[in-house]
């Protein structure tokens, strides 16, 4: 297992400085038991983050031209070494991504404020707990074995310093308070 500076300036450089193989091992490392291979689609991903936000599906607001494209169980692009990844640039239907990589940037920014935004969202990942495009968060929305997966990386590979949950209030608050279903929040 590769061990990640603390210092996020060194952490990205340390990142960059890689080589090929040793990059391939680690991202072998991190799917390892990923349930769906190289990596699953709609989770832009640092190899080392520093924060990591959590939903619970790549969501239902594609942009006009992918209207249709299903992402249920598809494979996407991998982890990057040092650079943004793509997927943080998406434009979608209702912005989601523009304000995540809102958000991203100022929580990096706190520890770092000069930062540039490549650089914050170098260090940002976004992953789901299930694959499907759900417009509101349920329970079946989730797959079991990527939870397992996502809570392995968090666990055993990332150790970000910041984890920001989306979309789970309801599935936390039918989990945890029952009774409080019949409440309005």
């Known amino acids: 297992m590769v061990e990640f500076c603390d210092n996020l300036k060194k952490r990205l450089s340390q ?21 769906i291979k190289p990596w699953p689609c709609v989770m832009p991903c640092s ?10 599906s790549p969501g239902n607001s594609p942009r006009k031209e992918d209207r249709g494209f299903e992402t249920k169980d598809k494979s996407g692009e991998p982890p990057t070494f040092g650079q943004p990844h793509n997927g943080f640039s998406y434009r979608d239907a209702r912005n989601y991504w523009p304000k ?43 797959d079991g074995a990527i939870i397992h997966w996502v809570a ?4 055993k590979f990332f ?27």
């Open 152 to 155: 392995a990386l968090l666990n």
């Open 47 to 56: 190899a080392a983050p520093e924060i990591v936000v959590i939903g619970i």
């Open 100 to 142: 995540v990589h809102s958000l991203c940037c100022h929580f990096i920014r706190r520890s770092f404020r000069t930062m540039s935004d490549d650089d914050c969202i170098a260090l940002s990942s976004h992953l789901n707990l299930g694959t499907g495009q759900a417009g509101q968060a349920n329970v079946e929305d989730t």
């Open 159 to 185: 150790q970000p310093n910041w984890v920001v949950l989306f979309g789970l209030n309801r599935i936390l608050r039918k989990l945890f308070h029952p009774k409080a279903n019949a409440l309005a929040f």
């Open 15 to 35: 990142l960059r400085k890689m080589s090929n193989g040793e990059r391939r091992n680690y991202l072998r490392q991190l799917n390892a038991s990923s349930p």
